[in-house]
């Protein structure tokens, strides 16, 4: 606070307390800081200008340098130094002018990698975003051990080392690899038909491949089939950084048959725009097509279902500031998306007899959707975790003829993944929210018990019914790590419409993931 001079005399001490006789000095104020010799696109940058007569703090000043040394170092300046020059004191007045020696220029020159992980450089270089010629940046130095380590299947061995040479440098990185890929399922076996002997296979299979091919790619596949004649199947392909740019592909296929009345398949591709290492925005394509099956009888009867297409164009952002992907303790992760185009009914002339109704076979089908996670510590392990599901389904037509939905076409959601306490994918929305509320009890990297609370609100219109309901449920759950891999098991008690919480109603839901 401008007491350049100031010191403490003495110390004097008795049987309980301690005195210190303080001696002040001078209070000194500047008369001038000079800044003539920066250059004038650093005093603009900085918004730097000649000082007013002020006290002399020396935090603020080694602030003030710390700032202009950040400056220079972060473009191409590592061994930049800032002092001060021509100090003159006279009674309480200071001037002093600041003086920036560069040192000299140094640009990237090779990223080089070292240890055992299979990966580019050229992956690396987009991660970490430090280009081959540009100048040397601390900033982005400093930030590689956290963005390295944000990676899903790659670790530091030991931080980073550069080597410098004239006026280039060599950054040396030593990666590990994580185990990431992973792989859960559970097989069952049931009698279909005691005449013929036949079995019925049961189950369910998800694996997720983290570069297998090193270069960041990602490839999973997820079936299931819980029922005789019901099953899905999702499957997804990643490549980031093609053609040595910020762009990726992606592309993704599901199917879901229920039992006989309709088969539904949806295909998807989309461009990554990568922002930084942590986020992205995409363009996507995707075709939906659903239609009903089963004898002509069945068909006959099944009015709240049709032959549906839709072809959609969207866009799509992501972001992800969580501290730890699997078991975050604090951060947020977003998804963000919307899309429109045609939608057909095949057999809307059919319908209409049917149903007395005068359909628009071919209307404008609008979708968003939101997913957002929220993790804050509340105290030691110790962490509060909500987030949000929401998706909307809506279309537009001619305003003379009736728009209408059908079951085979809208959302489905409920279970272990989306709504705990209900069955497996048991409500049908075109319009749903689901939040979740928990706090968690972190007691290993990987291991936690928490409490929930879990509810969703969905309205759903279709041809001969339209439902809208606030089904919630409340329970408990565990996430447990091994060394064969990490056992999840929750209970769960469901609400819905006016029926009493009961607990011979309730839902265990177990899963596995190893890691490999």
């Avoid at 048991?426 to 929210?433: G, H």
Wanted: charged share 25%; hydrophobic share 35%.
């Amino acid at each position: 606070n401008g007491f350049l001079a100031s010191s403490i005399d003495s110390v004097s001490f008795n049987e309980e307390n301690a005195h210190a006789y303080l001696f002040l000095g001078e209070k000194y104020q500047w008369s001038a800081l000079n800044f003539e010799e920066l250059e004038p696109e650093v005093l603009e940058k900085l918004k730097l200008n000649r000082k007013k007569i002020d006290i002399v703090n020396l935090n603020k000043l080694n602030i003030l340098k710390k700032t202009l040394l950040s400056y220079y170092e972060n473009r191409g300046y590592p061994f930049a130094k800032v002092f001060l020059q021509n100090i003159e004191i006279k009674d309480s007045l200071m001037q002093a002018s600041l003086f920036v020696e560069k040192g000299s220029y140094c640009s990237l020159d090779s990223i080089i990698l070292k240890g055992e992980a299979k990966i580019t450089a050229n992956y690396m270089s987009r991660v970490l975003q430090l280009n081959q010629g540009e100048p040397y940046n601390q900033k982005k130095i400093n930030a590689a051990s956290k963005r390295i380590n944000n990676l899903r299947f790659l670790s530091e061995i030991k931080p980073a080392e550069l080597e410098f040479k004239k006026d280039k440098d060599d950054l040396y990185i030593y990666l590990q690899n994580k185990k990431a890929n992973t792989f859960n399922g559970i097989i069952g076996f049931a009698p279909e038909n005691e005449e013929t002997g036949k079995l019925l296979i049961t189950g369910e299979l998800n694996l997720n491949l983290m570069n297998p091919f090193g270069r960041g790619e990602e490839i999973y596949l997820e079936w299931e089939k819980m029922e005789s004649s019901t099953q899905k199947l999702d499957v997804g392909f990643m490549y980031p950084y093609i053609f040595r740019s910020n762009l990726g592909l992606d592309s993704d296929f599901s199917l879901y048959k229920k039992d006989s009345t309709y088969l539904s398949l949806s295909a998807g591709v989309g461009i990554r725009v990568f922002l930084h290492s942590d986020s992205y925005f995409k363009g996507y394509y995707k075709y939906k097509s659903t239609t009903r099956i089963g004898d002509e009888e069945n068909l006959a009867s099944s009015l709240n279902f049709a032959d549906v297409k839709s072809n959609i164009f969207g866009g799509y952002y992501y972001i992800n500031k969580l501290d730890y992907i699997y078991n975050p303790r604090k951060g947020i992760e977003l998804k963000l998306f919307a899309g429109a185009g045609f939608k057909e009914i095949s057999d809307a002339k059919n319908l209409d007899d049917s149903l007395n109704l005068n359909t628009d076979s071919r209307t404008i089908e609008v979708e968003a959707g939101l997913d957002a996670n929220f993790y804050y510590p509340i105290y030691n392990n110790f962490v509060f975790h909500c987030s949000n599901t929401t998706r909307y389904l809506d279309q537009f037509g001619d305003q003379e003829k009736d728009i209408v939905f059908f079951e085979n076409e809208l959302y489905r959601f409920g279970g272990a993944k989306s709504l705990k306490g209900f069955d497996e994918s048991i409500f049908y929305a075109s319009i749903y929210s689901l939040q979740n509320v928990e706090i968690k009890y972190l007691f290993e990297q990987n291991s936690a018990f928490y409490i929930f609370w879990n509810a969703a609100y969905y309205y759903r219109n279709i041809t001969q019914e339209t439902t809208e309901d606030f089904p919630w449920g409340v329970g408990i759950g565990m996430d447990f790590q091994t060394k064969a891999g990490i056992f999840s098991l929750s209970y769960a008690v469901g609400k819905q419409f006016d029926n009493p919480l009961e607990l011979r109603t309730a839902k265990i839901h177990f899963g596995y993931i190893s890691r490999f």
